[in-house]
């Protein structure tokens, strides 16, 4: 059992580490290909928070959340393989922080060409998160080992 259970948290945090890397490696001087791809996705979403709540949303710069999301998926997947619940907290918090930018289904109406593949990857992004929610409750739900005490050997008289 406990093999099998490293090997499963290995390939499910293998998604997030290969996804790090493959951003580490392309991220250069602005933030590589996904920094490009987030901008005006993001400016979208401070725009849209920005009207409904009528709370400005400081600037940032695009290339600190590329890099923020490589340490999360980075870190949070290495940490992950061994069990951590900090890496699973890591995980998640990118995944909650992620998906709703990335996959922007409320731009997107239902007659739009990629409606349907924002559809199937953003339900991809809910069974991850269900799958990091899932391994929280069951490391909280597990009692700690304690160590056996020893009875007390009876003395003879």
Same mark, same amino acid.
């Given at each position: 059992?406990? /093999?099998?259970?490293?090997? *499963?948290?290995?390939?499910?945090?293998?998604? =997030?580490?290969?996804? #790090?890397?493959?951003?580490?490696?392309?991220?250069?001087?602005?933030?590589? @290909?996904?920094?490009?791809?987030?901008? @005006?996705?993001?400016?979208?979403?401070?725009?849209?928070?920005?009207?409904?709540?009528? %709370?400005?949303?400081?600037?940032?710069?695009?290339? +600190?959340?590329?890099?923020?999301?490589?340490? /999360?998926?980075?870190?949070?997947?290495?940490? /992950?393989? /061994? *069990?951590?619940?900090?890496?699973?907290?890591?995980?998640?918090? +990118?995944?909650? #922080?992620?998906? @709703?930018?990335?996959?922007?289904?409320?731009?997107? *109406?239902?007659?739009?060409?990629? =409606?349907?593949?924002?559809?199937?990857?953003?339900?991809?992004?809910?069974? %991850?998160?269900?799958?990091?929610?899932?391994?929280?409750?069951?490391?909280?739900?597990? @009692?700690?080992?304690?160590?056996?005490?020893?009875?007390?050997?009876?003395?003879?008289?």
């Amino acid at each position: 059992m406990g /093999f099998t259970s490293f090997a *499963g948290r290995v390939l499910f945090a293998s998604v =997030f580490i290969i996804s #790090a890397w493959q951003q580490f490696n392309e991220f250069g001087v602005d933030g590589g @290909p996904s920094a490009k791809a987030l901008k @005006p996705k993001f400016h979208v979403v401070t725009n849209h928070v920005s009207s409904k709540f009528g %709370v400005e949303v400081p600037e940032i710069e695009i290339k +600190h959340l590329v890099a923020a999301a490589i340490a /999360f998926k980075g870190i949070g997947g290495i940490l /992950f393989s /061994f *069990g951590s619940s900090l890496g699973a907290y890591l995980l998640l918090l +990118h995944q909650v #922080a992620a998906s @709703p930018i990335v996959y922007d289904l409320y731009n997107n *109406g239902i007659d739009e060409d990629d =409606f349907v593949e924002y559809v199937l990857k953003y339900s991809q992004s809910l069974a %991850v998160l269900g799958a990091l929610l899932f391994f929280l409750g069951m490391k909280n739900s597990i @009692p700690k080992r304690q160590a056996k005490k020893k009875a007390p050997k009876t003395k003879t008289v």
